[in-house]
């Protein structure tokens, strides 16, 4: 057995020896003093150590200094979890010391342990789905607390005592999953993060304050170092932006950052985690590393680009724009997503529409196709793309109008989409004389 494993092991079997001693010595304090007095001492007792171990640590290097700042700047989630984690763990306590002067110690400590089977089935109504041999357990438990508390009863019925450690078990669970809800969002380095201005836009610029110095980072292609405040750094990326629905060629701001920080590996094992599903979505636009690739022959082969990203009261929040053909569906690429997230991440707002297509050789179409082409010269075809997000609110309509990816465009010129979206002059009047010729055409046939 290797020695951090050996290490390990004799701590979790010290921590079991320790919380079962803790029993008797509570059970012998209920018979002398009150169940908060108790709790008071105790808990006095606990913060006096702590304190001193926080100061070996830190003299001894071993604490997350980097993680600091960023877990007092989130004084909001930092209040909020700590004053509902505060009022699951008193509750939880009081609960167990007033039933444990009415019990034996062993119903005491089994009872108490049901939270260890309680956690995951309250993660139930949060999406999390465990497996069989949970329910085992779930099944092993209730007949252990039959046979300690109501076996050989005359009445199958709890004693106050015994519903208050049961209760005691419930706030366990729930002070557990709090910690598990608000520990992430305290314990990381990054403070704020943010890009894009539109979900179905690849953004072009994105930014991560991190609490690291510069130093500590490693330099990437597309990203540049800030000095930020008390000791923070703030990441930038500059990429190259660009339509959702035709991503080729473009440079995520968002993915850039996102390959600093993995590369560098500053951040906890949380943000870690977060920050690989990230990697993943913006790996490729056909979603072949999301294993959602897809592609009819009928529309444009799949798209899916990451659009906005956004951090909140200690959560990150990334948008994504994804445009499919008729050969998957909604269902499927959402199972696939989720399996790729795993705990690392969550999927939020999850809407869909499905491809809408109007025929190519309808008269209408070939009536605008035609038109476009006497204007220009240039002999274009009609194609399919994902979005027509008003042409959806018709029966019979689709996107029509001019657009040129090869034009050279001013510097202080953005990409459609982008920043500072801007085409020649020319361009317009052009654009102008095809509508008027389309309109003055299509009224010309039935529709």
Not at 84 to 110: E, Y
Not at 176 to 182: A, E, K, M, P
Not at 290 to 303: K, Q, V
């Amino acid at each position: 057995m290797p020695n951090v494993q050996l290490r390990n092991t004799l701590l979790l079997m010290g921590a079991s020896f320790i919380w079962g001693t803790a029993f008797v010595a509570q059970s012998v304090g209920a018979d002398h003093m009150g169940p908060y007095s108790f709790l008071a001492g105790r808990s006095w007792l606990a913060c006096v150590f702590l304190l001193g171990l926080m100061a070996v640590l830190r003299k001894a290097g071993k604490t997350n200094s980097a993680a600091e700042p960023g877990f007092w700047q989130n004084r909001k989630v930092l209040v909020k979890g700590g004053t509902c984690c505060g009022i699951a763990l008193f509750a939880a306590s009081a609960a167990q010391q007033m039933g444990i002067g009415t019990t034996s110690t062993a119903k005491a400590g089994f009872m108490t342990a049901l939270y260890v089977v309680l956690v995951p089935v309250f993660g139930v109504f949060f999406g999390r789905r465990p497996g069989v041999k949970l329910w085992c357990c779930v099944a092993a438990s209730v007949v252990g607390l039959y046979l300690l508390c109501l076996a050989g009863h005359d009445s199958l019925a709890l004693t106050g005592g015994e519903w208050q450690l049961l209760g005691c078990a419930f706030l366990f669970a729930t002070q557990i999953l709090l910690v598990d809800h608000f520990s992430p969002k305290l314990d990381g380095i990054i403070t704020a993060f943010e890009g894009g201005v539109a979900h179905n836009a690849v953004p072009d610029r994105a930014s991560c304050t991190v609490q690291v110095a510069a130093g500590a980072l490693v330099q990437t292609e597309g990203v540049t170092f800030e000095a930020g405040e008390g000791g923070a750094t703030v990441i930038r990326g500059w990429g190259k932006s660009g339509h959702a629905a035709m991503p080729e060629g473009t440079v995520n701001a968002i993915s850039l950052i996102v390959n600093c920080l993995l590369k560098s590996g500053v951040c906890t094992p949380q943000e870690e985690a977060y920050l690989n599903v990230l990697h993943t979505l913006h790996a490729d636009t056909d979603g072949s590393a999301l294993g959602i690739a897809a592609d009819d022959g009928l529309f444009d082969p799949l798209t899916i680009i990451g659009g906005t990203i956004e951090m909140a009261d200690g959560v990150i929040r990334q948008s994504f724009d994804c445009r499919y053909p008729t050969n998957t569906d909604p269902e499927k690429m959402t199972a696939a997503i989720r399996k790729v997230c795993g705990g690392a991440a969550t999927l939020e707002n999850v809407s869909s529409r499905v491809p809408f297509y109007i025929d190519a050789d309808s008269p209408a179409i070939q009536t605008l196709i035609n038109t476009y082409n006497d204007v220009t010269g240039e002999g274009k075809k009609p194609f399919t793309m994902g979005g027509g997000t008003y042409a959806r609110h018709f029966p019979y309509a689709v996107s029509f109008g001019p657009e040129h990816t090869d034009i050279e465009i001013p510097s202080f010129a953005g990409p459609m989409h982008g920043a500072n979206e801007g085409t020649p002059f020319e361009k317009l009047v052009e654009a102008l004389k095809i509508y008027i010729l389309a309109l003055l055409r299509l009224q010309e046939i039935e529709l």
